[in-house]
């Protein structure tokens, strides 16, 4: 497995869990929906960005 799939599944867990408590404190569906698109967008801009494998060096 990649370490972008485990850095996503790792992040798709984190947005469960903050789901749940927000479901749970009561927080309207909709938002709660809201939320979720956005955190999904951002685990995949920070899950590209960290595990991206670094260009080689480019010799002239």
């Given at each position: 497995?990649?370490?972008?799939?485990?850095?996503?599944?790792g992040f798709?867990?984190l947005?469960i869990g903050?789901?749940v408590?927000?479901?749970?404190?009561?927080?309207?569906?909709?938002?709660?929906?809201?939320?979720?698109?956005?955190?999904?967008g951002i685990g995949?801009?920070?899950?590209?960005?960290?595990?991206?494998?670094?260009?080689?060096?480019?010799?002239p």
């Open positions: 497995m990649s370490s972008f799939s485990t850095y996503l599944i798709i867990v947005i903050l789901a408590a927000a479901y749970l404190l009561g927080v309207p569906q909709l938002w709660i929906g809201v939320g979720v698109i956005v955190m999904i995949i801009l920070t899950g590209t960005s960290r595990t991206k494998t670094k260009d080689p060096p480019t010799t």
